[in-house]
């Protein structure tokens, strides 16, 4: 069964998504610009936001970094439609501690939370913190057990866990199940360990942006394999650049492309603090691209025809919600709500 197309965007928790020197958009992660960001998504029609998860700035230390979680619980106040969809690096949230905050928050938002399992690429926010860091496929056992502590917990099991990392004895979190049976779970990642984890006890896949024949692989690996309850459902960031025609498009990607070499500085810091064996960086190496999370790379740079036409393949292959990014980020995303969506025949108001 195919669901209704979904649009999503990435909140701006670390500032700008493609270049940090655009005149065009000067640098601005702060809770003041996020809330009135989420706001207007919630109203132009779009579906849901990603608040990523840093507790600092991973491109430079001397940036702001907006946090994700209490972050997330003013969103839920403040709005009324809009899912939030909020990261977590296992290795910094007991299970328990950050079951409950998820049931708070969805409590407040009246059933529309979302927690995203990413299990840590940024080497130096868990190091310096004191935690020792995994290496990359002990990063996902440690996420898998930690993932299996909260799920119950978010139903309001009674829950005894003794493994590896956790041990967990007799625990219950009160008040739950008031909107729906738990919040949602995405889970990143395109490791084995990664396709493994979704599909055994994750609601969607987030797939990073990466051409369509690549997209459509990734899918029929994952959907292929057995799994309990409901069909596995799939995400995919992306980095926008509609515009009237080809050429107006390819002229604002070379802009882009020309602020982002401006960022050599925080590329080798984000480098030297990546895991090498992390899959997104590889594949991310096979394109130029603006954007992070694949960016440019799922190819929606072009006329608006070609933005839509694109994005309708991406749908029919399995793609239900679209992660997006932008730059300038209001601008655009007020562009893609006026040209891309009517093209599609979504939801363009609230």
């Not at 009135?36 to 600092?56: F, M, N, R, W």
């Not at 930690?146 to 004895?169: A, C, I, N, Q």
Request: aromatic share 8%.
């Amino acid at each position: 069964m195919q669901h209704p197309l979904r649009f999503g965007i990435w909140a701006l928790v670390h500032g700008n998504r493609a270049a940090l020197h655009d005149p065009e958009e000067p640098y601005d992660a702060s809770w003041e610009r996020n809330r009135k960001l989420i706001l207007e998504a919630e109203q132009l029609g779009y579906d849901c936001t990603l608040v990523a998860q840093h507790t600092a700035n991973p491109h430079r230390e001397d940036l702001d970094q907006l946090e994700a979680w209490t972050s997330s619980a003013a969103l839920a106040a403040l709005t009324s439609r809009i899912e939030i969809i909020t990261a977590i690096k296992p290795m910094l949230y007991h299970p328990v501690v950050l079951a409950k905050m998820a049931l708070q928050i969805e409590h407040i938002a009246r059933g529309r939370f979302a927690i995203n399992l990413v299990n840590a690429w940024n080497r130096a926010e868990i190091e310096k913190a004191g935690i020792p860091f995994l290496e990359h496929d002990e990063r996902y056992a440690y996420g898998r057990e930690w993932l299996s502590v909260v799920e119950p917990l978010m139903r309001g099991e009674r829950v005894t866990w003794k493994g590896k990392y956790f041990d967990v004895s007799d625990y219950i979190l009160r008040p739950h199940r008031t909107f729906r049976p738990r919040p949602r779970i995405y889970v990143g990642g395109e490791s084995e360990p990664a396709r493994q984890l979704v599909a055994d006890l994750g609601d969607v896949w987030f797939i990073n942006g990466q051409p369509f024949g690549d997209v459509a692989r990734l899918i029929a690996d994952v959907a292929r394999r057995p799994r309990p309850g409901a069909p596995l459902r799939f995400g995919l960031s992306a980095f926008v650049i509609a515009r009237p025609t080809e050429a107006e498009a390819q002229e604002e990607f070379q802009r882009l492309l020309a602020l982002a070499a401006l960022d050599a500085d925080a590329r080798v810091i984000q480098e030297r603090n990546t895991d090498a064996k992390v899959v997104m960086k590889q594949t991310m190496a096979k394109f130029e691209k603006v954007g992070t999370n694949g960016g440019t790379a799922a190819g929606l740079v072009g006329d608006y025809d070609t933005v839509a036409k694109r994005i309708r393949q991406f749908h029919q292959a399995g793609i239900e919600t679209l992660l997006l990014q932008f730059q300038p980020f209001e601008r655009e995303m007020r562009r893609f709500a006026a040209e891309i969506m009517p093209r599609l025949k979504v939801r363009v108001a609230a």
